[in-house]
Nanobody, 123 residues
């Protein structure tokens, strides 16, 4: 399984970006997908997760601003990020677990990771 993430960049505070993550090697239909981020000097944290069953999770700091979605036909998961803030600056990773029909928000339980895409929000 390979995940290819893209869509990061430099944006001013208040702006928007949409991240995409294309999966290859298997379909995403029966698997949870998530976006994590890691800022310099900080631990990796889950930003949003989309379970195989349709359940959606957002970390508190992005609720109302970020939206995770998936297009199963294109084997792609998206993260629409609006009203970006400087504290959103980080490398963003998409990830998926090996197990089918399994949902988790814990980073160690995700087995496959994209290469990361840098998001920088200037003030």
């Amino acid at each position: 399984v390979q995940l290819q993430a893209c869509g990061g960049g430099l944006v001013q505070a208040g702006g928007s970006l949409r991240l995409s993550c294309v999966a290859s090697g298997r379909t995403i239909t029966d698997y949870s997908m998530a976006w994590f981020r890691q800022a310099p000097g900080k631990e990796r944290e889950v930003v949003a997760a989309s379970s195989y069953s349709g359940y959606i999770y957002y970390t508190e700091s992005v609720k109302g601003r970020f939206t995770i979605s998936r297009d199963n036909a294109k084997n792609t998961v998206f993260l629409q990020m609006n009203t970006l803030k400087p504290e959103d600056t980080a490398v963003y990773y998409c990830a998926t677990p090996r197990r089918r029909h399994y949902y988790t928000r814990d980073s160690p339980d995700y087995d496959y990771w994209g290469q990361g895409t840098q998001v920088t929000v200037s003030s």
